[in-house]
T-cell receptor, first 109, second 117 residues
């Protein structure tokens, strides 16, 4: 079966750095997405990785290792507004998007 | 960038009535749109894939006669919840990809919060 694992919840301090991990086992791979979802709102796109390595975009970076079936989302200089759920999703060989359950990130002052 | 518009943002209806939700791609043509449902504190659940000019593909366990999907044009898909019941109360979100852009991410509408009383 297809499976995406990410921690259910994480807590971090304002101004700090947090890394949210995602491991996946899917039938084929055509890229991995990270989305941010605030409570009661629709997800918004953060990043896309299809090749191994680190993609940096401002305070957010995303890393991919295809051989390990592993990705992480790195958030720097955390702000209170970063409190949200972060969803990892993989595009499989049929171009179907497989979703993780999301990681709820709680930022404390 | 690509924008997906969803309407209404929220709706309250009585049990037994039907509710229509619209999803529009504003600056690209979407041959395929996706309908998701999300219950509180749960992950997104794909309900169906809407295909322009053909029948929608429903995920296992989703009643196609209850959740009617129409994708009559390249920029509009509608989801109609028929004979709604309180257990249908949920957050419904549509999404679409821009097929002209390689590996375009899914762009989401703002969602529709449905409450059935």
């Amino acid at each position: 079966g297809q499976n995406i694992d990410q921690p259910t919840e994480m807590t971090a301090t304002e101004g700090a750095i947090v890394q949210i991990n995602c491991t996946y086992q899917t039938s084929g791979f055509n890229g991995l997405f990270w989305y941010q979802q605030h409570a009661g709102e629709a997800p918004t796109f953060l990043s896309y990785n299809v090749l191994d390595g680190l993609e940096e975009k401002g305070r957010f970076s995303s890393f991919l290792s295809r051989s390990k079936g592993y990705s992480y989302l790195l958030l720097k200089e955390l702000q209170m507004k970063d409190s949200a759920s972060y969803l990892c999703a993989v595009l499989d060989s049929n171009y179907q998007l497989i979703w993780g359950a999301g990681t709820k990130l709680i930022i404390k002052p | 960038g690509a924008v997906v518009s969803q309407h209404p943002s929220w709706v309250i209806c009585k049990s037994g009535t039907s509710v229509k939700i619209e999803c529009r791609s504003l600056d690209f043509q979407a041959t395929t749109m996706f309908w998701y449902r999300q219950f509180p504190k749960q992950s997104l659940m794909l309900m169906a894939t809407s295909n322009e000019g053909s029948k929608a593909t429903y995920e296992q366990g989703v009643e196609k006669d209850k959740f009617l999907i129409n994708h009559a044009s390249l920029t509009l898909s509608t989801l109609t919840v028929t004979s709604a019941h309180p257990e249908d109360s949920s957050f419904y979100i549509c999404s679409a990809r821009d097929p002209q852009t390689d590996f375009s991410p899914l762009h989401f509408g703002n969602g529709t919060r449905l409450t059935v009383t």
